[in-house]
């Protein structure tokens, strides 16, 4: 069935290595976002993609965190250096079209980020 | 103020009981999501509503356009239903979540 494949389910970092995400959009879905859940239930928006293309970024700390979208290959999110505060779950979600009534958007089951 | 807004933030239950969430936004949406997630983080896509009511197994979701409002019951809850439940709105090209209710179901 449709599925917006993430991996690694877990991934566990020493403070300061780089950590690298990945999300699988839905085939033909040409709408990616990427959210960090932090606390409990807090997400936060972090970037999202239009094809190759990014859409909206306002939410990525561009510091340490960068994302790319590339034809033929999964979405990346990498962290440089990670911090403590990085440690969350990172939820990626993909979508046929725009935000259009009714246009169903899917999501991953997330990536569990710990930074130790 | 959050554009999402849950109640109750945390609910327990006896196994068999009728379950209802709510969830209020204050957005214009183009679609809501209810959405599972298990203790360790897997997020489960329940439903994606934009009018009227949609039923899987013993899942109700309504949303209300006009009020803002959607609920999502549950029939005859099960302790493997016990899960923290969220509530997402599409808006434009921006998802909004809720905090969340967290529902406890005892055998």
Redesign the interface.
């Known amino acids: 069935g449709e599925e917006v494949a993430q991996t690694p389910k877990h991934l566990v970092r020493g403070e300061g290595q780089k950590a690298k995400l990945y999300c699988a959009p839905i085939k033909g879905h040409s709408y990616v976002f990427w959210y960090q859940q932090v606390l409990k239930n807090e997400f936060k928006f972090l970037i999202s993609f239009q094809n190759e293309n990014v859409f909206d970024e306002t939410g990525m700390p561009k510091e340490r965190f960068s994302a790319k979208c590339l034809p033929n290959s999964p979405c990346s999110l990498e962290i440089q250096a990670t911090k403590l505060e990085d440690s969350a779950v990172y939820f990626c979600a993909s979508s046929r079209l725009p935000g259009s009534p009714g246009t169903e958007a899917f999501f991953g089951q997330g990536t569990r980020l710990t930074v130790v | 103020k959050n554009e999402v807004e849950q109640s109750p933030q945390n609910l327990t239950a006896q196994e068999g009981e009728f379950i209802t969430i709510n969830c209020s936004y204050s957005v214009g949406i183009?679609?809501l999501?209810w959405?599972q997630q298990h203790p360790?983080?897997?997020?489960?896509?329940l439903f994606?509503l934009?009018s009227g009511k949609k039923k899987h197994g013993r899942l109700i979701a309504t949303i209300n356009i006009q009020e803002k409002h959607s609920s999502l019951h549950i029939t005859a809850s099960h302790p493997r239903d016990s899960a923290?439940y969220?509530c997402?709105v599409?808006?434009?090209?921006?998802?909004y979540?809720?905090?969340?209710t967290s529902l406890t179901v005892i055998p």
Do not use: D, E, K, P
């Open positions: 183009s679609a999501h959405l360790g983080g897997g997020i489960v896509s994606m934009s923290v969220i997402a599409r808006s434009g090209n921006q998802f979540f809720g905090t969340g």
